[in-house]
């Protein structure tokens, strides 16, 4: 996927410019005059930045530098990197016809050679430039001072002046600034000798005399500021300056003739406003024959409550406070925090949207017009209002649309109250319907007064509101030990697929309070006993039952492993330490570095629900404070895990005592199950001081066994086999060979692929593959016996072989890729001898490492011959050749390589570059034709996409609408790839690519692990949904409804019709445990109803696993090689959350029902059919205890329903003969 970069925009504070017109509000217009200068000379800096500038910009700079000076005793230090630039700027205007020369000192430091742009600016905006190398014959020095004069008549400047800027560019080393000034010029003498002078109206005329005794003319009246606020019975000053016709200014507030619109709101003397009661007003300030006119606003003297927050559907992006999903990134002045103007709550954000300075709330991920319909803000203009304002629509850090304000609210932004503003976001043409970012900013150059928002939100789409299915908690069955406390949780299934957390609205009850007392979803353990806590919400009532258990000690550690026990670790334990114990006279001594862990394991598999949990005593050692987890497994399954902090004493281990740990088993989410092992991990790769732990006991319930089962509702399970069918293609439970964890399982799989990374560059010839950036790019030959044979005998054929001697079908992935391991020979693609040190190497060659340079840099430029040789479709088509002389014709199924978008990473040693359109396309002709010319009744599968971007895009555009996409019409990549298909057929009456292949890997990765923990679980049923639901969205970078096997069959509909549908790569699951195993099973039953016509699990396939359960229950589930086969029927089931229900009618009628419990506890079934049932039905079934085995029988009752008692996670097969 495409990172995502946060961009920031520099601080810029640019200054009120007087541009030939005065343009804020606030400022009254006199008659024009002449501009005169003083004279004199204008330091800068000189030791210090002179008080008339302040320093806004935004380089790295240190303004009393000591080292390096060239007058006094301190100079500037500047960074001058690209983008960056010192900003002096003086907060009144200067007329440059008074200075003749701008002049500074520059040292280049120890480098020299610096590149700097001078910009003279006004109100922020550039007036003259000049590059400083073209100043300075020779550009800057290095190791000394150089003066740079600028005669600013020479470079254009006439006029006002405000800013001085100097722009870096590029990397580069410091350099040093003193003595900035501008000089004085010829002709700050007025002609005729005599200095202005005179008398104004009210005073003392500001800036002497003028030629012919003219006075300087009063240009205009302004105040500091826009607006102003002040609080009930406090006091601010106001200032009033006068702007001259010289160019000069002067305060004028003790001369001036103040007074207010409504003085019971504010009253004003000399400036100085005092706010009486809560209100709005203006005051008036008049001076030689003009006036200035200032909005105020008097706040209360504490906070503002607001009315209540009002619900939304969607969310709030600001109420009270910004959403976590959201960082403020502005760089204009503003409060998040503002308490007197505010809408609801008790606070709002006060923004200044002066000149361009900006409000940017950033979010995490993208928000995208699919899940909301519009987005909400109430504003307030303050006292002023009528601020011209920009809403500004971001993805990526730049803008993808753009509205006024203004333009959205009648009359413009209001003053002293709140308008409501909702923009339709469809309306806003946002390129893939997407940003990530509302930038607010002015809309035009100067100040404004500020403004005040609230309650900005994004709201969905209306729909109506699902129905609920069911309410149940997050656990049916509790222990707890006296004192104890623990959250339960109610969950709305809806009828819509989804689920919904309704704690808080739920009304919760005990039947006991004596012994469990229930708070909003708290249970309390008060006594021995059992309490069932039930939750109610919307006629729906959920139940659990809690037990106050009794508990008895099973050492599993004291002084050593108890019989029974094994160490396990994966690194050496010392189990006998004797420098810290408990009790007894040893402990375990463990450093908790790099992930590393203590595994005691059993021999025995116990139930866990025979147990409450662990108890055992740890020793922080010297530091304390160590990071760890305590971890429940089943052999190499994770079942669960607690963060060790969560119980120790004020978060954080002890160091130098021995604390007592108690963990609830209730705590890992289990509650059902087996478990045969627990492991305390370090849960940081840093290293960290050792502990010790002593004293370990599994805690049994000496009351096992006595909690009931809960109330929960019936599934209705209903078929209907009059609707439409699909044929179930028996090549959807196909898997891929797996060179690193062979295939051990004796279930004759009607499809094996012969694919991964490692095939991309398999030699046939030489038996020899590269491993690609999965193993160093190293070429690794197979094991063979008798290599002088080869071709003969090599590992692809031994493949195949045996495929065929179970009547499978071989899909073999051929490379295109254009490159072939050269030798049957250990060969590496990125040496460090030769390509220098990197980031990690192989442990078993030290030379070979990743092609990545310790800085994070890539090797570029390495020789693809260092372990490879080009090769053509020649190669392949001798290969077909050599396995049509071996099998008799009998392989003809050929993929295009394997996931060919990604070569730049997966095989760039040999393919660097980001594979387009067109090579994608290049490769499917050149090869396709020559496999096709070679075997007519050859089915080719293409592309072979990798996943989710691949889709849509190529590579070249980094998974987004980029030049490559552009350039082919716009058209998503697969789309487009149809289309050739089609076009190719249609002029050479040649079909090239028979399969649409694609690969899908869920991208919440706790899916595809081996975890089987609650979040684990639900995550893994839910993302099935990603196979056809129209409405779920996975909790993935995807954030849309991926919906994948719909999706691709309305493209192939579309643009090639009739050509098949394959999935060569998909994993739910990639441990032993039951979840991974029924969400395998019901995945094959989803391929089966949706049409897939082919599909390959990629992971290894061991035998006496859940995930082999999953396909025995469709190629073997009564051990004697019946199998599931028909066609699709429509199966709806009243819960599909908790219990999957799938049909397939066989072609003698018989009705094979599979139900998959993904629940926690039993559940039951009612299956009733259009066609009324009769008889007794058989049963199959795999669950936590048992491998696929028969499960009894159910009989049909009246009506011709039957009811099926579904154990707790577990799959079963109800086999109906007509």
Same mark, same amino acid.
């Given at each position: 996927?495409?990172?995502?970069?946060?961009?920031?925009?520099?601080?810029?504070?640019?200054?009120?410019?007087?541009?030939?017109?005065?343009?804020?509000?606030?400022?009254?217009?006199?008659?024009?005059?002449?501009?005169?200068?003083?004279?004199?000379?204008?330091?800068?800096?000189?030791?210090?930045?002179?008080?008339?500038?302040?320093?806004? +910009?935004?380089?790295?700079?240190?303004?009393?530098?000591?080292?390096?000076?060239?007058?006094?005793?301190?100079?500037?230090?500047?960074?001058?990197?690209?983008?960056?630039?010192?900003?002096?700027?003086?907060?009144?205007?200067?007329?440059?016809?008074?200075?003749?020369?701008?002049?500074?000192?520059?040292?280049?430091?120890?480098?020299?050679?610096?590149?700097?742009?001078?910009?003279?600016?006004?109100?922020?905006?550039?007036?003259?430039?000049?590059?400083?190398?073209?100043?300075?014959?020779?550009?800057?020095?290095?190791?000394?001072?150089?003066?740079?004069?600028?005669?600013?008549?020479?470079? +254009?400047?006439?006029?006002?002046?405000?800013?001085?800027?100097?722009?870096?560019?590029?990397?580069?080393?410091?350099?040093?600034?003193?003595?900035?000034?501008?000089?004085?010029?010829?002709?700050?003498?007025?002609?005729?000798?005599?200095?202005?002078?005179?008398?104004?109206?009210?005073?003392?005329?500001?800036?002497?005399?003028?030629?012919?005794?003219?006075?300087?003319?009063?240009?205009?009246?302004?105040?500091?500021?826009?607006?102003?606020?002040?609080?009930?019975?406090?006091?601010?000053?106001?200032?009033?300056?006068?702007?001259?016709?010289?160019?000069?200014?002067?305060?004028?507030?003790?001369?001036?003739?103040?007074?207010?619109?409504?003085?019971?709101?504010?009253?004003?003397?000399?400036?100085?406003?005092?706010?009486?009661?809560?209100?709005?007003?203006?005051?008036?300030?008049?001076?030689?024959?003009?006036?200035?006119?200032?909005?105020?606003?008097?706040?209360?003297?504490?906070?503002?409550?607001?009315?209540?927050?009002?619900?939304?559907?969607?969310?709030?992006?600001?109420?009270?406070?910004?959403?976590?999903?959201?960082?403020?990134? $502005?760089?204009?002045?503003?409060?998040?925090?503002?308490?007197?103007?505010?809408?609801?709550?008790?606070? $709002?954000?006060?923004?200044?949207?002066?000149?361009?300075?900006?409000?940017?709330?950033?979010?995490?991920?993208?928000?995208?017009?699919?899940?909301?319909?519009?987005?909400?803000?109430?504003?307030?203009?303050?006292?002023?209002?009528?601020?011209?304002?920009?809403?500004?629509?971001?993805?990526?850090?730049?803008?993808?649309?753009?509205?006024?304000?203004?333009?959205?609210?009648?009359?413009?932004?209001?003053?002293?109250?709140?308008?409501?503003?909702?923009?339709?976001?469809?309306?806003?043409?946002?390129?893939?319907?997407?940003?990530?970012?509302?930038?607010?900013?002015?809309?035009?150059?100067?100040?404004?007064?500020?403004?005040?928002?609230?309650?900005?939100?994004?709201?969905?789409?209306?729909?109506?509101?699902?129905?609920?299915?069911?309410?149940?908690?997050?656990?049916?069955?509790?222990?707890?030990?006296?004192?104890?406390?623990?959250?339960?949780?109610?969950?709305?299934?809806?009828?819509?697929?989804?689920?919904?957390?309704?704690?808080?609205?739920?009304?919760?009850?005990?039947?006991?309070?004596?012994?469990?007392?229930?708070?909003?979803?708290?249970?309390?353990?008060?006594?021995?006993?059992?309490?069932?806590?039930?939750?109610?919400?919307?006629?729906?009532?959920?139940?659990?039952?809690?037990?106050?258990?009794?508990?008895?000690?099973?050492?599993?550690?004291?002084?050593?492993?108890?019989?029974?026990?094994?160490?396990?670790?994966?690194?050496?334990?010392?189990?006998?330490?004797?420098?810290?114990?408990?009790?007894?006279?040893?402990?375990?001594?463990?450093?908790?570095?790099?992930?590393?862990?203590?595994?005691?394991?059993?021999?025995?598999?116990?139930?866990?629900?025979?147990?409450?949990?662990?108890?055992?005593?740890?020793?922080?050692?010297?530091?304390? +404070?160590?990071?760890?987890?305590?971890?429940?497994?089943?052999?190499?399954?994770?079942?669960?895990?607690?963060?060790?902090?969560?119980?120790?004493?004020?978060?954080?281990?002890?160091?130098?005592?021995?604390?007592?740990?108690?963990?609830?088993?209730?705590?890992?989410?289990?509650?059902?199950?087996?478990?045969?092992?627990?492991?305390?991990?370090?849960?940081?790769?840093?290293?960290?001081?050792?502990?010790?732990?002593?004293?370990?006991?599994?805690?049994?319930?000496?009351?096992?066994?006595?909690?009931?089962?809960?109330?929960?509702?019936?599934?209705?399970?209903?078929?209907?086999?009059?609707?439409?069918?699909?044929?179930?293609?028996?090549?959807?439970?196909?898997?891929?060979?797996?060179?690193?964890?062979?295939?051990?399982?004796?279930?004759?799989?009607?499809?094996?692929?012969?694919?991964? *990374?490692?095939?991309?560059?398999?030699?046939?010839?030489?038996?020899?593959?590269?491993?690609?950036?999965?193993?160093?790019?190293?070429?690794?030959?197979?094991?063979?016996?008798?290599?002088?044979?080869?071709?003969?005998?090599?590992?692809?054929?031994?493949?195949?072989?045996?495929?065929?001697?179970?009547?499978?079908?071989?899909?073999?992935?051929?490379?295109?890729?254009?490159?072939?391991?050269?030798?049957?020979?250990?060969?590496?693609?990125?040496?460090?001898?030769?390509?220098?040190?990197?980031?990690?190497?192989?442990?078993?060659?030290?030379?070979?490492?990743?092609?990545?340079?310790?800085?994070?840099?890539?090797?570029?430029? *390495?020789?693809?011959?260092?372990?490879?040789?080009?090769?053509?479709?020649?190669?392949?088509?001798?290969?077909?050749?050599?396995?049509?002389?071996?099998?008799?014709?009998?392989?003809?199924?050929?993929?295009?390589?394997?996931?060919?978008?990604?070569?730049?990473?997966?095989?760039?040693?040999?393919?660097?570059?980001?594979?387009?359109?067109?090579?994608?396309?290049?490769?499917?002709?050149?090869?396709?034709?020559?496999?096709?010319?070679?075997?007519?009744?050859?089915?080719?599968?293409?592309?072979?996409?990798?996943?989710?971007?691949?889709?849509?895009?190529?590579?070249?555009?980094?998974?987004?609408?980029?030049?490559?996409?552009?350039?082919?019409?716009?058209?998503?990549?697969?789309?487009?790839?149809?289309?050739?298909?089609?076009?190719?057929?249609?002029?050479?009456?040649?079909?090239?690519?028979?399969?649409?292949?694609?690969?899908?890997?869920?991208?919440?990765?706790?899916?595809?692990?081996?975890?089987?923990?609650?979040?684990?679980?639900?995550?893994?049923?839910?993302?099935?949904?990603?196979?056809?639901?129209?409405?779920?969205?996975?909790?993935?970078?995807?954030?849309?409804?991926?919906?994948?096997?719909?999706?691709?069959?309305?493209?192939?509909?579309?643009?090639?019709?009739?050509?098949?549908?394959?999935?060569?790569?998909?994993?739910?699951?990639?441990?032993?445990?039951?979840?991974?195993?029924?969400?395998?099973?019901?995945?094959?039953?989803?391929?089966?109803?949706?049409?897939?016509?082919?599909?390959?699990?990629?992971?290894?396939?061991?035998?006496?696993?859940?995930?082999?359960?999953?396909?025995?229950?469709?190629?073997?589930?009564?051990?004697?090689?019946?199998?599931?086969?028909?066609?699709?029927?429509?199966?709806?089931?009243?819960?599909?959350?908790?219990?999957?229900?799938?049909?397939?009618?066989?072609?003698?009628?018989?009705?094979?029902?599979?139900?998959?419990?993904?629940?926690?506890?039993?559940?039951?079934?009612?299956?009733?059919?259009?066609?009324?049932?009769?008889? $007794?039905?058989?049963?199959?079934?795999?669950?936590?205890?048992?491998?696929?085995?028969?499960?009894?029988?159910?009989?049909?009752?009246?009506?011709?329903?039957?009811?099926?008692?579904?154990?707790?996670?577990?799959?079963?097969?109800?086999?109906?003969?007509?």
């Amino acid at each position: 996927m495409t990172k995502r970069t946060k961009r920031v925009k520099p601080l810029r504070l640019t200054a009120l410019a007087l541009t030939g017109a005065i343009l804020a509000t606030q400022i009254a217009i006199a008659a024009p005059a002449v501009a005169a200068g003083d004279g004199g000379t204008l330091t800068v800096y000189d030791d210090a930045l002179s008080p008339e500038f302040a320093n806004y +910009g935004w380089a790295d700079t240190e303004l009393a530098e000591t080292r390096i000076v060239h007058g006094g005793g301190k100079s500037v230090r500047m960074d001058p990197d690209g983008g960056k630039a010192l900003y002096f700027y003086k907060d009144r205007i200067l007329n440059a016809d008074d200075y003749d020369t701008f002049r500074f000192w520059i040292h280049g430091g120890s480098t020299g050679g610096q590149k700097l742009k001078l910009v003279l600016t006004l109100g922020g905006q550039e007036v003259a430039a000049r590059e400083v190398g073209a100043l300075l014959p020779g550009g800057v020095k290095s190791g000394q001072w150089s003066e740079v004069t600028v005669k600013l008549k020479d470079i +254009g400047v006439n006029g006002l002046l405000d800013g001085i800027q100097l722009w870096g560019d590029g990397e580069q080393e410091p350099v040093y600034l003193d003595d900035i000034a501008f000089l004085k010029g010829q002709g700050g003498q007025q002609p005729g000798g005599q200095q202005p002078g005179g008398q104004q109206p009210g005073g003392q005329q500001p800036g002497g005399q003028q030629p012919g005794n003219q006075q300087p003319q009063l240009v205009g009246l302004s105040f500091g500021e826009q607006a102003a606020t002040v609080k009930e019975g406090e006091q601010r000053q106001e200032r009033l300056t006068a702007a001259l016709s010289d160019g000069s200014s002067r305060d004028v507030t003790a001369e001036s003739v103040w007074s207010s619109a409504d003085e019971t709101v504010a009253r004003v003397l000399a400036g100085l406003v005092t706010g009486a009661k809560a209100g709005l007003t203006t005051i008036r300030a008049v001076y030689g024959g003009s006036e200035a006119v200032l909005p105020v606003e008097v706040v209360p003297a504490v906070p503002s409550q607001g009315i209540p927050i009002e619900p939304v559907d969607g969310i709030y992006v600001f109420d009270d406070a910004l959403n976590g999903q959201f960082t403020d990134y $502005s760089w204009a002045q503003r409060s998040l925090q503002e308490s007197y103007t505010i809408r609801s709550g008790s606070r $709002s954000i006060r923004f200044e949207p002066d000149n361009d300075n900006g409000l940017y709330l950033y979010s995490s991920w993208g928000i995208t017009t699919k899940d909301y319909e519009k987005l909400q803000i109430w504003i307030n203009g303050g006292p002023a209002g009528g601020q011209k304002v920009k809403l500004v629509f971001m993805a990526g850090g730049q803008p993808v649309s753009e509205r006024l304000l203004g333009d959205l609210i009648p009359g413009g932004i209001p003053s002293g109250g709140w308008s409501k503003i909702e923009l339709m976001l469809a309306d806003l043409g946002l390129p893939n319907g997407l940003f990530d970012g509302i930038l607010l900013a002015g809309a035009n150059a100067g100040d404004q007064a500020p403004i005040y928002l609230d309650d900005i939100a994004l709201v969905k789409k209306y729909v109506a509101p699902p129905a609920i299915v069911e309410v149940r908690m997050n656990t049916h069955q509790l222990v707890l030990l006296p004192g104890e406390t623990f959250r339960l949780d109610a969950e709305a299934f809806l009828d819509n697929g989804v689920t919904d957390i309704v704690s808080n609205k739920a009304e919760w009850q005990s039947d006991r309070p004596d012994i469990v007392r229930i708070d909003g979803g708290l249970a309390t353990a008060k006594a021995a006993g059992i309490a069932k806590i039930t939750a109610s919400y919307k006629n729906h009532t959920a139940s659990a039952y809690v037990q106050v258990a009794q508990i008895g000690q099973e050492p599993v550690y004291e002084d050593g492993l108890t019989a029974g026990y094994f160490n396990r670790s994966w690194h050496e334990k010392d189990l006998a330490n004797t420098e810290q114990v408990h009790k007894g006279t040893r402990s375990v001594k463990f450093e908790p570095d790099g992930w590393d862990g203590v595994w005691f394991g059993s021999q025995t598999k116990r139930e866990i629900a025979d147990y409450y949990g662990i108890e055992f005593w740890i020793h922080g050692g010297t530091t304390g +404070g160590q990071k760890l987890m305590v971890h429940a497994y089943d052999n190499y399954t994770p079942l669960g895990a607690v963060n060790l902090a969560d119980y120790a004493p004020e978060g954080k281990l002890p160091a130098g005592q021995w604390t007592r740990i108690v963990v609830n088993f209730a705590d890992m989410g289990l509650s059902e199950g087996r478990f045969d092992g627990i492991i305390f991990q370090a849960a940081t790769e840093d290293n960290q001081a050792a502990v010790y732990i002593d004293d370990v006991f599994l805690l049994r319930n000496l009351q096992a066994g006595r909690l009931p089962q809960p109330e929960l509702p019936t599934v209705q399970v209903g078929i209907d086999t009059s609707a439409e069918r699909r044929v179930v293609n028996p090549d959807i439970y196909g898997i891929n060979f797996n060179d690193m964890h062979p295939n051990d399982s004796s279930l004759a799989f009607p499809v094996q692929r012969w694919g991964g *990374n490692n095939t991309t560059r398999y030699n046939w010839e030489l038996d020899v593959a590269n491993r690609a950036s999965d193993w160093y790019f190293i070429n690794y030959p197979y094991e063979n016996d008798r290599p002088e044979q080869l071709p003969h005998g090599s590992t692809s054929d031994r493949f195949v072989d045996g495929v065929l001697a179970q009547n499978g079908k071989v899909l073999l992935t051929v490379p295109t890729i254009g490159w072939t391991p050269k030798a049957r020979a250990i060969d590496y693609g990125f040496s460090q001898q030769k390509y220098g040190p990197q980031q990690s190497r192989a442990d078993e060659r030290r030379d070979a490492g990743n092609g990545v340079r310790p800085d994070g840099t890539l090797i570029e430029n *390495n020789d693809p011959l260092d372990t490879s040789k080009r090769i053509g479709p020649d190669f392949v088509t001798r290969w077909m050749d050599h396995l049509k002389g071996r099998t008799s014709d009998r392989v003809n199924d050929y993929a295009l390589d394997n996931e060919p978008e990604i070569w730049h990473v997966t095989h760039r040693d040999v393919h660097p570059n980001a594979p387009t359109y067109d090579e994608i396309w290049g490769f499917t002709e050149q090869y396709g034709s020559a496999i096709k010319a070679k075997d007519p009744n050859s089915n080719i599968y293409g592309p072979t996409s990798w996943g989710w971007c691949a889709y849509f895009y190529s590579s070249a555009d980094n998974c987004a609408d980029g030049p490559d996409r552009q350039a082919h019409g716009g058209k998503p990549f697969l789309e487009w790839y149809l289309q050739k298909i089609s076009e190719y057929k249609k002029s050479k009456g040649v079909q090239l690519v028979d399969y649409l292949d694609i690969h899908f890997y869920p991208q919440e990765n706790v899916v595809t692990s081996g975890e089987e923990g609650p979040a684990a679980a639900k995550r893994r049923f839910q993302s099935l949904k990603s196979l056809y639901d129209p409405n779920f969205v996975d909790q993935s970078w995807i954030q849309e409804p991926i919906r994948l096997i719909p999706r691709m069959k309305e493209m192939i509909e579309q643009h090639m019709p009739g050509m098949k549908l394959a999935i060569t790569e998909y994993n739910f699951g990639n441990g032993d445990g039951i979840t991974a195993g029924l969400a395998q099973a019901e995945a094959l039953a989803i391929f089966g109803r949706e049409g897939v016509d082919l599909a390959t699990r990629f992971g290894a396939m061991k035998a006496g696993t859940y995930i082999e359960d999953a396909f025995k229950l469709y190629l073997d589930y009564d051990g004697r090689g019946s199998k599931v086969s028909g066609t699709s029927v429509s199966t709806n089931s009243s819960n599909e959350n908790a219990v999957g229900a799938y049909t397939i009618e066989g072609a003698d009628g018989r009705l094979y029902v599979l139900l998959f419990n993904k629940d926690t506890v039993v559940r039951k079934a009612e299956v009733k059919s259009d066609e009324a049932m009769s008889g $007794s039905a058989q049963l199959y079934r795999f669950d936590s205890k048992t491998h696929v085995a028969p499960a009894g029988t159910a009989t049909a009752g009246q009506g011709g329903a039957i009811a099926v008692q579904l154990p707790a996670r577990s799959a079963t097969l109800v086999v109906w003969n007509p």
